[in-house]
């Protein structure tokens, strides 16, 4: 089946650095990517919709400037947390959509930002 | 506005038992997917099922099978003879349909923890 590859896994950086995390559709070109942040024992929230080509569309309360969010192929978004903060430690996990129709997720990233 | 309510927050059974998660959704779409994930500690999401507002039928898949019922605007899980690597956390999902598919952009449930014991 579909796969999406999402790296790094596992990422700890110091306060005020900025983390890329990568999301690529292995085996499929998806049009929209998506990406969530899920806090320890919440639930998945919906950042925001990326799709190739153009801008992103960022979900109420989600900082653009923050949260740069970059879909140059059909098969790579990347998230990048700028100016990463304690309080940006979480776990976010990227999707990707197979002809409108399968929705494959990432196996997610876990920030901590010291 | 789209909402997806799961009442359950921890579930604990012994293993063989079943067990059912509920998942109750507000929608205004007439067209909407509903789902299911599973996301074991390991944190990636395995998708279970994805079933359409016109499809009420109630499907079964090995131990699982799901209710859906739009009278009462619930698709519940039920996990017959329950294993310990059933142990995870369960996301029910619902996503707007356009253009003849899913947009896939979910609305998640806060999730039930499922602890089967041994």
């Known amino acids: 089946g579909a796969v999406v590859s999402q790296h790094p896994s596992r990422v700890i950086c110091k306060s005020g650095t900025s983390v890329k995390i990568e999301c690529r559709s292995l085996?499929?070109?998806?049009?929209?990517m998506f990406w969530y942040r899920q806090f320890p024992k919440q639930s998945l929230m919906l950042m925001a919709t990326?799709?190739?080509?153009?801008?992103?569309?960022?979900e109420q309360g989600v900082e653009k400037d923050k949260f740069l969010i970059n879909h140059a192929s059909l098969t790579l978004s990347t998230l990048t947390v700028t100016s990463a903060h304690p309080e940006d430690s979480s776990f976010y996990i990227c999707?990707?959509?197979?002809?409108?129709?399968?929705?494959?997720f990432g196996s997610g990233t876990q920030l901590s930002v010291l | 506005a789209q909402k997806v309510t799961q009442a359950q927050t921890e579930i604990s059974v012994v293993e063989k038992e079943d067990v059912t998660l509920d998942c109750v959704y507000e929608?205004?779409?007439?067209?909407?997917?509903l789902f299911w994930y599973k996301q074991p500690p390991s944190g990636e999401l395995v998708f279970l099922i994805r079933?359409?507002?016109?499809?009420?039928q109630n499907e079964i898949s090995g131990r699982y099978s799901w209710n859906f019922q739009k009278s009462t605007s619930s698709f519940n899980f039920t996990i017959t003879a329950s294993q310990v690597v059933d142990s995870a956390v369960y996301f029910c999902?619902?996503?707007?349909?356009?253009?003849?598919?899913?947009?896939?952009?979910?609305?998640f449930g806060t999730g039930t923890l499922l602890a089967v014991q041994p």
């Open positions: 999707s990707a959509s197979l002809r409108n129709e399968k929705l494959f």
């Open positions: 085996d499929f070109q998806a049009t929209t």
């Open positions: 990326s799709n190739e080509g153009s801008k992103a569309t960022y």
């Open positions: 929608t205004r779409d007439t067209t909407y997917y």
């Open positions: 079933r359409n507002s016109f499809d009420e």
């Open positions: 999902a619902l996503s707007e349909a356009r253009y003849g598919g899913a947009t896939n952009k979910l609305i």
